[in-house]
């Protein structure tokens, strides 16, 4: 991973030297345009994996606070606290699919979010998923993976107090290839006419 420029110093040093020090953090924050906090403001849920919390709610739910990252669409640069419930990433098989998509588990599922998540797939809405890293100890300085993951929830189903469905990158499969735009400085061969 050495010289990935979407990863930190610290997240390279902790995968290259794996180091019982360095303990990574997982998380995923869920927005659908509708979902909305208690004051109408646009909201996301925000998960971890339950390890490593920095406190515990009364009712013993572990949570984490961390920092957003500066170019985020909400809560850009803030705290936020994140709420420790399990949730399991399976990563795209090696296939010839046009859009790979990986699969996401989140267990012990509370019925708001499963309504919530039921009724932005019904009603046609993007559910968005945000993957960020964090190293323990260093969760208020902000995710050590820049730019987070983006991807696409679909094919949303419940099923014993757990949701599952697939993910895929927003739009990859709508890029250009290659992603240079042929210009005279580049390509000095070109004739216009």
């Known amino acids: 991973m050495p010289g990935d420029p979407t990863l930190d110093e610290v997240l390279q040093e902790a995968y290259a030297s794996a180091s019982p020090?360095?303990?990574?953090?997982?998380?995923?924050?869920?927005?659908?345009?509708?979902?909305?906090?208690?004051?109408?403001?646009?909201?996301?849920?925000?998960?971890?994996?339950?390890?490593?919390?920095?406190?515990v709610s009364e009712a013993g739910v572990p949570m984490l606070t961390a920092r957003i990252e500066d170019g985020a669409a909400r809560k850009a640069g803030e705290l936020v606290t994140y709420l420790?419930?399990?949730?399991?990433?399976?990563?795209?098989?090696?296939?010839?699919?046009?859009?790979?998509?990986?699969?996401?588990?989140?267990?012990?599922?509370?019925?708001?979010?499963?309504?919530?998540?039921?009724?932005?797939?019904k009603g046609g809405k993007a559910i968005e998923v945000t993957y960020r890293l964090y190293v323990k100890g260093q969760e208020t300085v902000g995710p050590q993976s820049l730019p987070p993951r983006k991807f696409v929830f679909s094919g949303a189903e419940a099923a014993n107090a757990s949701v599952n469905g697939r993910l895929a990158f927003l739009a990859i499969g709508n890029r250009a290839y290659p992603f240079d735009s042929y210009r005279p400085e580049n390509f000095r061969t070109l004739q216009f006419g």
Do not use: C, H, Q, W
Request: no cysteine.
């Open 84 to 121: 420790g419930i399990s949730f399991k990433i399976v990563l795209a098989p090696m296939n010839n699919e046009p859009v790979a998509s990986a699969m996401l588990t989140v267990d012990s599922v509370g019925r708001e979010m499963n309504d919530a998540l039921e009724a932005a797939a």
């Open 21 to 55: 020090d360095k303990i990574l953090i997982d998380t995923i924050s869920i927005y659908y345009d509708g979902l909305v906090d208690g004051e109408d403001n646009p909201a996301e849920l925000y998960l971890f994996n339950g390890e490593n919390s920095t406190t």
